[in-house]
T-cell receptor
Framework: AQSVAQPEDQVNVAEGNPLTVKCTYS??????LFWYVQYPNRGLQFLLK??????LVKGSYGFEAEFNKSQTSFHLKKPSALVSDSALYFC???????????FGTGTRLKVLA | DTGVSQDPRHKITKRGQNVTFRCDPI?????LYWYRQTLGQGPEFLTY????????KSRLLSDRFSAERPKGSFSTLEIQRTEQGDSAMYLC???????????FGPGTRLTVL
């Protein structure tokens, strides 16, 4: 079955330190991969996507992610975390010819001042 | 604001009542999606429209659920004979194509007493 996994329920990082939120996928074919962020009582905001091309993609608010086909991973990174980055982060994938996204269970990022 | 809008934002109802939610997508987007999100989980796909045609429905969408997009613009999601298990956040999203990211609305939080 196709799926996406976010192995960490919560990640804590000190403000100013680099952060990584992990995502791995199990998909037949070539996936489209996405990261979304959700703040309390709000919908999901798009951060970045990988469709094809350069494995390193840059997105909103200084976030970036690297598509690694051999490790089937798409980890979200940021060089210097801000307290305002504290939120719930979701990894998702879609595939060509399908319409729906499959979401991970989310990782809560807590940036400590 | 030209984003995806949803109405109402919150709905409290008694078990057995019918409820209807509305989604207005971004105006030029012909693809519209409904998802359901419960606490501690990522969004789960419910159904998809391309223009006015409903092209896919999840097995999560029981016979009590029906969705329409009559003129290919706004969409409604109706739940008949609500059950306590229907309590969730109902998210609507829209996109231009399968290669473009889905933009999400703020959601409708349903509480069934």
């Amino acid at each position: 079955a196709q799926s996406v996994a976010q192995p960490e329920d919560q990640v804590n990082v000190a403000e100013g330190n680099p952060l990584t939120v992990k995502c791995t996928y199990s998909v037949s074919g070539n996936p489209y991969l996405f990261w979304y962020v959700q703040y309390p009582n709000r919908g999901l905001q798009f951060l970045l996507k990988y469709i094809t091309g350069d494995n390193l993609v840059k997105g909103s608010y200084g976030f970036e992610a690297e598509f690694n086909k051999s490790q089937t991973s798409f980890h979200l990174k940021k060089p210097s975390a801000l307290v305002s980055d504290s939120a719930l982060y979701f990894c998702a994938f879609g595939t060509s010819g399908t319409y729906k996204y499959i979401f991970g269970t989310g990782t809560r990022l807590k940036v400590l001042a | 604001d030209t984003g995806v809008s949803q109405d109402p934002r919150h709905k409290i109802t008694k078990r057995g009542q019918n409820v209807t939610f509305r989604c207005d997508p971004i105006s030029e987007h012909n693809r519209l999606y409904w998802y359901r999100q419960t606490l501690g989980q990522g969004p789960e796909f419910l159904t998809y429209f391309q223009n006015e045609a409903q092209l896919e429905k999840s097995r999560l969408l029981s016979d009590r659920f029906s969705a329409e997009r009559p003129k290919g613009s706004f969409s409604t999601l109706e739940i008949q004979r609500t059950e306590q298990g229907d309590s969730a956040m109902y998210l609507c999203a829209s996109s231009l194509s399968e290669y473009n990211e889905q933009f999400f609305g703020p959601g409708t939080r349903l509480t069934v007493l």
